[in-house]
């Protein structure tokens, strides 16, 4: 069974240059921007530079041929994309509040993911300068991953440029270990203190083997109540503490019992100050869900004093 030829994206073109016995295809966007590059061997005598907006405008066949593989190429690719990009986001599905630590905790300059153009995995850009520089250093190190028996483990690179500015980029497979290494670090999503030099080194607070279940999905429903109902006006959560209530609003009524099962310690950690912070702001009327805020207060107050 063969499948139809890809069409040519809508308002896309393809530049045809010849250059000595070869012609370069390059396949650009509806802006103008290059997407795809490929070559055509053995170009006849007389081929002059063009741009087509269709297949059908090509009339030598064998270049249409190697058109037509062009835009296969560029699909083929994207999809490879996506499907990488989809694993790491499965892996990782709580990036943004993982980055988010980063920019406060270091602090990061730059906490970016990328495109390798010849792999098409995503790649992680963290950059950090002067003495944040060497907090990130210090975090990098720290990471089992970043070395193994054998030497500096592959797949990381580290530049430090001569005005103090420090680059880590890891391919995609690194990336997704590093991260789900930090996730469990002593660096709470809410700290977010723009003085702060360096994480805690403290191992993290009892709060999740303390709190029970029941109480956990009870912080939830306070957290996501009192987060509806009000907002945040008063503008006392960090950009991560928002994240987390609405990842884990599905457990708010009991129903996403996994989820619940699998909450972090950190992610406890940041619903129970929420729901806290909230209730204190604004109260809660149900006997139940506040007795589970005021018996959580304690691990959030001794975490805040640790930190």
Known sequence: MTTSPRPLPDQWTINLHPVANLTILTLKDTDGAQREIGFHPLTRPGTVDRTVGALEEIT?????????????????RTAQAQANAHAFSATVPDQRSLFDRLRDAIPCDVVRLAIDDETLTLVLQLTATGPAAGTLLNLTARWPG??????????VTKHLDDHGKLTVRFDQTRAEAFLTWYRDQPCPPYWTRPSAQECPTAPPSDASTEISADDAQRLITTAVVLYDRYGDGHDVLSSSQVEVVER????????????????????????????????????????????????????????????
């Open 60 to 76: 030598e066949l064998e270049l249409r041929a190697s058109a037509q593989k062009l835009i296969d190429t560029f699909y083929e």
């Open 146 to 155: 970043s070395a193994t028996a054998d030497g500096r483990a592959g797949g």
């Open 248 to 307: 884990l609003r599905s457990c708010a009524d009991g129903s996403s019992g996994d989820e619940l099962a699998r909450l972090s310690a950190w992610d406890l950690l940041s619903i129970a100050t929420t729901a806290v912070e909230l209730t204190d702001l604004h109260g809660i009327d149900d006997q139940e869900l506040d007795a589970a805020v005021q018996a959580a207060r304690v691990y959030v107050e001794v975490d805040d004093a640790e930190s």
